[in-house]
């Protein structure tokens, strides 16, 4: 398998660190203290003292994000990115970490998210919105109340309409995330269900019912990259950033060319072809599923099945392992959850995930993972190829 880096010219590049915080129902903390709890678990689990970490990417919290998470942290990086694009800021901020160290501005980046969303709500100190804002392109569809479910909603309609995906197929997704989140105690959900339990369930956006829909949960986790010279004195065996990919689309639905084709068409190609790999060579995927769609749509793109052809594919048993964890459908989803993708990933790469753990047919661990994030509606993507090698 490909040992080099995503920059063949630079330096190479490993996930010497994760971690996450405490997750799912958490009611007495606060956004900062799940990024310093993620941050101190991904450090100990790296071996590395903090002083190697000379940079930070962090999003989603303070006013000048990241400089008040490095502050609250202790760190003074002389690195930092605040690339905000939704759910796939923290794949594009890996491969924006790999570059910097592979180029030589930075030696060990810390990548850290921590949120308090379900807890905010049930102490009502946030509300649920309608809208993200109602300013620039977003003010000719907002007054007519097109919400950010109904925007994946009307997507996946288009994709029942040009394929011929049914409800059943889309329902399937969930309950292979509930099956795998019921391995993990980690899980926030972890009770079976069925499809027709799915498909009965309560309707939140034609076509989507509750359980397509991801939970609302509390949680944070850090992803540590460092400089390959930095890998002998780590506690455990690296897992290398062989290659990502980035790619915005649109934000207003009447720019989007295809309701069927999302952003990770180019993200993935762009990583499996600086990796030097293919989509056949890949062992598991973390995919963002926010919605049932998004895993069924994402597996086309990425280039698991032909286009049309998710349906079927996400029917299948013994097909490609997709989220491991359970997922955004059951394990959790505080918000921006890609960088938990990401965790995830080197979990199963190193042979430590606490419950559902992926082996090749000959027994041994797996060597290739893709971690794919989405951002807004369809409105960004990020995707991470990473190896054992």
């Known amino acids: 398998m490909p040992t080099t880096s995503r920059n063949r010219a630079g330096r190479r590049v490993a996930v010497v660190g994760i971690s996450l915080s405490d997750c799912g129902r958490v009611d007495e903390a606060t956004p900062y203290t799940l990024h310093a709890q993620a941050a101190r678990r991904a450090l100990a689990d790296s071996g590395l003292d903090r002083s190697v970490i000379d940079g930070l990417a962090s999003a989603g919290l303070g006013t000048l994000a990241p400089v008040e998470v490095a502050e609250y942290l202790g760190l003074r990086p002389r690195w930092v990115d605040s690339t905000a694009v939704g759910g796939a800021t923290w794949e594009v901020m890996a491969g924006h970490a790999a570059d910097a160290i592979a180029a030589g501005h930075a030696n060990a980046v810390l990548l850290v998210y921590g949120s308090t969303a379900r807890a905010d709500i049930k102490a009502r100190r946030r509300t649920s919105n309608l809208s993200f804002g109602a300013r620039g392109p977003l003010q000719f569809e907002a007054p007519y109340g097109h919400t950010l479910i109904a925007k994946y909603a009307m997507a996946a309609r288009r994709h029942m309409h040009e394929y011929g995906t049914t409800l059943e197929q889309l329902a399937e997704v969930a309950v292979q995330a509930r099956a795998n989140a019921a391995l993990n105690p980690e899980a926030m959900f972890r009770e079976p269900v069925t499809v027709d339990e799915v498909l009965d369930g309560p309707m939140i956006a034609?076509?989507?019912?509750?359980?397509?829909?991801?939970?609302?949960?509390?949680?944070?986790?850090?992803?540590?990259?460092?400089?390959?010279?930095?890998?002998?004195?780590?506690?455990?065996?690296?897992?290398?950033?062989?290659?990502?990919?980035?790619?915005?689309?649109?934000?207003?639905?009447?720019?989007?060319?295809?309701?069927?084709?999302?952003?990770?068409?180019?993200?993935?190609?762009?990583?499996?072809?600086?990796?030097?790999?293919?989509?056949?060579?890949?062992?598991?995927?973390?995919?963002?599923?926010?919605?049932?769609?998004?895993?069924?749509?994402?597996?086309?793109?990425?280039g698991f099945c032909a286009k049309g052809e998710g349906g079927p594919f996400v029917g299948e048993k013994d097909h490609l392992p997709v989220n491991t964890d359970g997922g955004g459908l059951s394990a959790c989803h505080p918000g921006m959850r890609g960088l938990f993708l990401l965790v995830e990933a080197v979990r199963q790469l190193r042979g430590e995930a606490p419950g559902l753990q992926v082996r090749r047919a000959d027994g041994s661990l797996p060597e290739l993972a893709v971690a794919s994030g989405t951002g807004g509606w369809f409105c960004s993507s990020g995707t991470v190829v990473l190896g054992r090698g």
């Open 206 to 302: 034609d076509p989507f019912t509750k359980l397509h829909c991801c939970i609302r949960s509390d949680g944070g986790c850090a992803v540590l990259l460092a400089a390959e010279e930095y890998v002998p004195d780590t506690a455990k065996a690296p897992v290398w950033v062989l290659g990502t990919g980035e790619h915005v689309s649109h934000t207003t639905m009447s720019e989007w060319e295809d309701f069927t084709v999302s952003p990770a068409a180019v993200s993935g190609r762009l990583a499996f072809e600086r990796a030097g790999v293919r989509p056949q060579d890949i062992d598991l995927a973390e995919i963002y599923d926010a919605f049932t769609y998004m895993t069924l749509v994402t597996l086309e793109d990425l």
